[in-house]
């Protein structure tokens, strides 16, 4: 599969497959000639007398001042070195690759007016693995992520730095290495590099890959915990959620039948005297389901933002430049708050029915040991699954409901969804440690439970864990076992669907 920039439609799969190297992605003639185009409207603006923001004059509140044709060069380079002022860790190398796919997406649509070399040079670093190192913090989030970008696109320049495997050096240095000289920038570029929604985007794509699989762990994991509570499955019925059938819930709840079918440890109680199980286990659709809303909104979202131009000023003719707020992050910030609470919920309900397994219900013995008193068994994980939930909580403060003007009140309202973004990966990391808590809970529950077999999948979900991690028999040593279910979830080793 070939996909073509500027033309084709970047969605979740295809984005990722890109970054991947399983789908191949290149300049058509078409996206060719939109880019020529559009460069052509730009140079005959920038040797005009009349004053068009971003080509002939300064930036924020220095766009009233116009600049000359010898002048414009200059001044988007010095655009890039002033606006390169992150501070923080590095970003992942994988999330800086993602921004310079979806920017070179963005520019070939033709209307930012980069030259085509420009572009060229840019697919060049993603072929090369030449992958810029971008500080993680920094960016309000408009005017778009000025200075992720900038630190992204400083390597044209000669400048900035690069990832050699694990190791940060001098892009000069690779470029050298590679017979790329540095570039100059030409009118309008340095703008058109500069503004845009990239780190926010690929920070969410990152996101939404995560959270799909552990939306769909969410549920097994839940269904083991069923299984080793002997819980009940009518609040799963297809009969309940017709009756308010949003989309999430539904999905939940045909997943969750689907996983107790032909279990015959839930078959073996179903004449039992309990008449209803607690929220974390019955309201699996209703709270699983929300989140799942939640990420099929973002992820709409999303994928608009993946195949839209959000550069300023937009150029539309040989005479006009329309500049506007497209690289305003709100529209991504807001949901990306949303999505926050909604990893964080998983994360949540995990945690309560982590408690529920260990309080000795049901045939289970407490604190999922056979010989407690000189044995703690499993009581201490539960500690950490609370921890991680209430640092979760206070990542989800919405940083779109804040704003810090800045150039002067030129940029009076930003979005802060680099944050957003940023915050959205944190609570899924700490995600992936509570639901990798309550699988190791399950599994220990459903070995109490082995007189009778549970459903195909619930078995072999066990079996991968215990492939890694033994039955608790007598006190151990637990962070190991933590540790190796943790990396099993991040490697996405267990059967979901």
């Known amino acids: 599969m070939t996909f073509n920039y500027g033309i084709d439609h970047l969605d979740l799969d295809v984005v990722n497959n890109i970054a991947s190297g399983k789908v191949t992605a290149q300049l058509t003639q078409q996206a060719i000639e939109k880019i020529n185009i559009s460069r052509g409207r730009v140079e005959q603006m920038a040797a005009s007398d009349e004053a068009v923001y971003g080509i002939n004059t300064g930036f924020g509140p220095l766009c009233d001042t116009q600049i000359t044709p010898e002048e414009t060069n200059l001044l988007q380079k010095n655009l890039l070195i002033t606006h390169a002022v992150g501070v923080g860790e590095p970003i992942a190398k994988s999330i800086s690759k993602l921004m310079l796919i979806t920017k070179?997406?963005?520019?070939?649509?033709?209307?930012?007016?980069?030259?085509?070399?420009?572009?060229?040079?840019?697919?060049?670093?993603i072929e090369?693995?030449?992958?810029?190192?971008?500080?993680?913090?920094?960016?309000?989030?408009?005017?778009?992520?000025?200075?992720?970008?900038?630190?992204l696109f400083l390597p044209l320049l000669g400048e900035g730095e690069f990832w050699q495997g694990n190791d940060i050096v001098p892009a000069a240095q690779l470029l050298k290495e590679h017979n790329l000289a540095p570039m100059d920038l030409h009118a309008k570029e340095g703008l058109a590099l500069i503004n845009g929604t990239q780190f926010i985007l690929s920070h969410a794509i990152t996101g939404l890959t995560k959270m799909r699989y552990l939306l769909d762990l969410a549920d097994i994991t839940g269904a083991m915990s069923i299984e080793g509570m002997q819980g009940s499955q009518s609040p799963f019925r297809e009969e309940l959620h017709a009756t308010r059938p949003f989309p999430g819930n539904v999905e939940v709840a045909a997943r969750m039948r689907s996983f107790f079918a032909g279990s015959e440890n839930m078959n073996s109680h179903t004449d039992c005297d309990r008449v209803q199980d607690p929220y974390s286990l019955r309201?699996?659709?209703?709270?699983?389901?929300?989140?799942?809303?939640?990420?099929?909104?973002?992820?709409?979202?999303?994928?608009?933002?993946?195949?839209?131009?959000?550069?300023?000023?937009?150029?539309?003719?040989?005479?006009?430049?329309?500049?506007?707020?497209?690289?305003?992050?709100?529209?991504?910030?807001?949901?990306?708050?949303?999505?926050?609470?909604?990893?964080?919920?998983?994360?949540?309900?995990?945690?309560?029915?982590?408690?529920?397994?260990?309080?000795?219900?049901?045939?289970?013995?407490?604190?999922?040991?056979?010989?407690?008193?000189?044995?703690?068994g499993m009581m201490i994980p539960q500690y950490a699954t609370a921890a991680l939930v209430t640092e979760n909580k206070s990542l989800c403060f919405p940083p779109s409901a804040d704003s810090v003007p800045t150039s002067m009140g030129q940029e009076d309202h930003v979005s802060m969804g680099s944050i957003s973004s940023r915050q959205f990966n944190q609570i899924l990391g700490n995600l992936e440690k509570i639901l990798a808590i309550e699988l190791m809970y399950a599994a220990q529950a459903i070995d109490f439970r082995r007189s009778n077999k549970c459903s195909d999948i619930i078995e072999k979900n066990f079996a991968i864990i215990r492939e890694k991690v033994a039955k608790l028999e007598e006190d151990r040593l637990l962070k190991p076992d933590i540790d190796a279910i943790i990396t099993m979830v991040r490697t996405q080793a267990f059967t979901v669907r």
């Open 283 to 376: 309201c699996i659709p209703q709270v699983h389901g929300a989140s799942r809303n939640a990420y099929n909104h973002l992820k709409d979202l999303a994928e608009i933002e993946m195949n839209s131009v959000t550069d300023n000023p937009i150029v539309i003719s040989s005479e006009e430049a329309i500049s506007g707020g497209s690289f305003h992050g709100q529209p991504l910030a807001m949901v990306l708050d949303y999505a926050s609470i909604a990893a964080s919920e998983l994360g949540n309900i995990s945690d309560r029915r982590c408690y529920l397994l260990l309080e000795g219900l049901h045939g289970l013995p407490r604190l999922l040991t056979s010989s407690g008193g000189l044995n703690s």
């Open 128 to 151: 090369l693995d030449l992958i810029p190192v971008v500080p993680e913090q920094g960016s309000v989030g408009a005017s778009g992520d000025l200075a992720p970008l900038s630190h």
């Open 104 to 125: 070179v997406h963005a520019l070939s649509q033709g209307f930012s007016g980069i030259r085509l070399e420009t572009v060229e040079r840019m697919l060049a670093f």
